[in-house]
Nanobody, 121 residues
Framework: QVQLVESGGGLVQPGGSLRLSCAASGSIFRIYAMGWYRQAPGKQRELVATITGGGTTNYADSVKDRFTISRDNAANTVYLQMSCLKPEDTAVYYC???????????????WGQGTQVTVSS
């Protein structure tokens, strides 16, 4: 099993910045894609950004040029640097990782517990 622990959420004023972290631990052979998703009240969970094992990134149009996803493979950690935050970025942010526990094991995916990000003056 793989566990994810998120940190870095909080309350920030519009235009401010926050950095989210998500550390994976457990029976990890290899982590493939890592990503961040968010869910605002009354809305479906949506993709924010993903990063492959090779470092290729993908962003939702709504966060391009404001958010940056990165990863530290040695630490099994993914980050989301959020800048120029807007009230519409308010949501619970979840990290997700795709992994294997062994060379011949099936691919699995794990979700973090979520961290609240509130953008308000």
């Amino acid at each position: 099993q793989v566990q994810l622990v998120e940190s870095g959420g909080g309350l920030v004023q519009p235009g401010g910045s926050l950095r989210l972290s998500c550390a994976a631990s457990g029976s990890i052979f290899r982590i493939y894609a890592m990503g961040w998703y968010r869910q605002a009240p009354g809305k479906q969970r949506e993709l924010v950004a993903t990063i492959t094992g090779g470092g290729t990134t993908n962003y939702a149009d709504s966060v391009k040029d404001r958010f940056t996803i990165s990863r530290d493979n040695a630490a099994n950690t993914v980050y989301l640097q959020m800048s120029c935050l807007k009230p519409e970025d308010t949501a619970v942010y979840y990290c997700n990782v795709v992994y294997k526990t062994g060379l011949t094991a099936r691919t699995g995916d794990a979700w973090g517990q979520g961290t609240q990000v509130t953008v308000s003056s």
